[in-house]
């Protein structure tokens, strides 16, 4: 199986984790293609739909998706990884009908979790519940840590990505097709 192949279906694996349905398949999928020797070049871009994001042959570490949701809110599930593979971050990300960020929900999973009792690292997963302050402040509610093999709770230490987090609706990469209601017209 090629890296970017699996890169999809990891994100197609996120997304259900996340919360996200893409139960029709019709939905955009919009995605940053990273180049140069160190990834250091991106940009983004749109797919019309999960079907068409499944044909791509390209380097893609950071993709999301946009769902409305019946509240008047709008969910956004994000998935994340490593050009090496060492980690993956499943996101899902809910905002307010104004397009503010209230909550963030993090699945990451890592092959770099230290068990000192081990002396070696293996295969973690750590699961964060953020709220968001009204000034943005991230909130940490909530954190598991968990064997991925076992399911067991575990005491380990590992690296955390820094992904940058889009506080409202505006700040998404590619413009959502649904409403933001924080923009004033």
């Known amino acids: ?58 380097d893609i570490y950071d993709s999301y998706t946009i769902e409305p949701q019946k509240h008047g809110g709008t969910q956004v599930c994000r998935t994340c990884s490593s050009p090496s593979g060492d ?3 499943y996101l899902r ?36 519940i953020y709220q968001v302050s009204a000034k943005g402040h991230l909130l940490r509610k909530s954190e598991k840590i968990t064997d991925v093999e076992t399911g067991k709770l575990v005491k380990r230490t590992f690296p955390w990505p820094e992904i940058p987090h889009w506080m409202k609706l505006s700040d998404l990469p590619v413009a959502p097709k649904v409403k933001d209601k924080s923009q004033k017209k």
């Open 93 to 128: 990300y809910i905002y307010n009908p104004s397009g503010q960020l209230t909550n963030i929900y993090i699945d990451y999973r890592t092959f770099l979790g230290w068990d000192p009792a081990m002396e070696d690292a293996a295969l973690t997963r750590c699961e964060r």
């Open 1 to 58: 199986m090629n890296l970017n192949k699996s890169l999809i279906q990891t994100f197609i694996l996120g997304m259900a984790l996340a919360g996200g349905t893409l139960a029709d398949g019709a939905s955009p999928v919009y995605y940053q293609v990273s180049t140069g020797e160190n990834y250091e070049h991106s940009s983004w871009h749109t797919a019309a739909s999960m079907a068409a994001f499944k044909k791509l042959k390209k």
């Open 87 to 89: 980690w993956v971050a």
